[in-house]
C-alpha cells in the first residue's frame, strides 16, 4: 500500500525558514517524480515545485523560486521542500503527491502539513 | 486567475448528470495529457482521471474524460450526494516549465 506521510510544518515568521519532510513507503520511490502542492486556506490547488525519480531535474513555480529548494534522499524513501524567506502568502496546507511516472499526473497524495507565515 | 479556466460551480439532482469543463491554451491542455482531482471536504485530493479519459483502478464508471482541442471535460452520472466535492483539472504548461490546475469547480448534488 502507497503511503506519503508529510511532516514538518508549523508556525514560523515572515523571512524565516523551514523545512517540509514526506516519508514515502509501499512503492519504489527512486522510479517516480514527486511533487509538492499546496493549498492556502480557502483556496484551489497551487503545484510548488517537482522533482524527478533520480534527483537530476527540478522545476518551481514562479512564485517560490529562488526561494524554496525540492529534493530527496533515494536511500530514505523521503522527499524534502527546504523553504527560505517565507512570506505570508505562503501559508497553506503542504501535500507531497506522486507521479504516474513523469506525466505530471498524481496518483498518490499525502494528507498534508499546515504551514503558517505570521508574526 | 488560474491559467486553466473552470466554472467556479455546478449543481445538479441526484441521479442526474453533470459535465465541468476546463479551458485553457495550446501550451498545456492543447498538447499535453490532463487528469481530474477529486477533493471531498477535509481530504486530499484523489487522482480520478488521467490521460485525459482513463480512470485509476477503483473508479467507477460514473466519471468520465475527454478532450478537444484545448478544451477538457469531466461527466459524471448517476450523481450521489457523496459526489459533493470540490473537482480540479491539471496539467503540465510547456511555456512556463510547470504544472497548471484549474481554479476547481465545487458541485453540489441538490
Known amino acids: 500500500e502507497v503511503q506519503l506521510l508529510e511532516s514538518g510544518g508549523g508556525l514560523v515568521q515572515p523571512g524565516g525558514s523551514l523545512r517540509l519532510s514526506c516519508a514515502a513507503s509501499?512503492?519504489?520511490?527512486?522510479?517516480?517524480?514527486m511533487v509538492w502542492v499546496r493549498q492556502a486556506p480557502g483556496m484551489g490547488l497551487e503545484w510548488v515545485s517537482g522533482i524527478r525519480g533520480s534527483g537530476a531535474s527540478t522545476f518551481y513555480a514562479d512564485s517560490v523560486k529562488g526561494r524554496f529548494t525540492i529534493s530527496r534522499d533515494n536511500s530514505k524513501n523521503t522527499l524534502y521542500l527546504q523553504m527560505n524567506s517565507l512570506r505570508a502568502e505562503d501559508t497553506a496546507l503542504y501535500y507531497c503527491?506522486?507521479?504516474?511516472?513523469?506525466?505530471?499526473?498524481?496518483?498518490?497524495w499525502g494528507q498534508g502539513t499546515l504551514v503558517t507565515v505570521s508574526s | 486567475q488560474s491559467v486553466l479556466t473552470q466554472p467556479p460551480s455546478v449543481s445538479a439532482a441526484p441521479g442526474k448528470k453533470v459535465t465541468i469543463s476546463c479551458s485553457g491554451s495550446?501550451?498545456?491542455?492543447?498538447?499535453?495529457?490532463v487528469s481530474w482531482y477529486q477533493q471531498l471536504p477535509g481530504t486530499a485530493p484523489k487522482l480520478l482521471i488521467y490521460d485525459n479519459n482513463e480512470r485509476p483502478s477503483g473508479i467507477p464508471d460514473r466519471f468520465s474524460g475527454s478532450k478537444s482541442g484545448t478544451s477538457v471535460t469531466l461527466g459524471i452520472t448517476g450523481l450521489q450526494t457523496g459526489d459533493e466535492a470540490d473537482y480540479y483539472c491539471g496539467t503540465w504548461d510547456s511555456s512556463l516549465s510547470a504544472v497548471v490546475f484549474g481554479g476547481g469547480t465545487k458541485l453540489t448534488v441538490l
Open positions: 495550446s501550451s498545456n491542455i492543447g498538447n499535453n495529457d
Open positions: 503527491a506522486k507521479d504516474r511516472g513523469i506525466s505530471s499526473q498524481y496518483d498518490y
Open positions: 509501499g512503492f519504489t520511490f527512486s522510479n517516480y517524480a
